[in-house]
């Protein structure tokens, strides 16, 4: 059974998908920057000073120690945002690839 194990784990195709999970990871986290550190504050200036993760739909109000109920559309707002900015840089780095791809058969 470990010797199964050791030759699936090494398979190009497992190696690659680890490799793409993890830099995919911390892609995540430059894209969550981007969208936080710096888009935000530029859209909330152009909203009149407004910060967008704020936005809510306030369903119960809080009462003493029982905290509000409310609909965090800001937040999903910013989560559609960042998904986005991912889906344009995969996409225009699947298109370069296949640009490559196609120069190299050509020049074949």
Known sequence: ML????????QGNVLDLAVGIIIG???T???N????DILNPI???????????QFKI???????TIPE????????????????IVAGVIFMIVK??????????AEA
Do not use: H, P, W
Not at 69 to 84: K, S
């Open 3 to 10: 010797s199964e194990f050791k030759a699936f784990i090494a």
């Open 25 to 27: 990871a911390a892609f």
């Open 29 to 31: 986290k430059i894209i």
């Open 33 to 36: 920057s981007l969208v936080e």
């Open 43 to 53: 859209l909330g200036l152009a909203l009149g000073g407004v910060d967008l993760t």
């Open 58 to 64: 306030v369903i119960k109000e809080a009462v003493g």
């Open 69 to 84: 109920v409310a609909i965090r559309y800001g937040n999903f707002l910013n989560a559609i945002l960042q998904f986005l």
């Open 96 to 105: 370069a690839a296949n640009r490559s791809r196609l120069s190299k058969s």
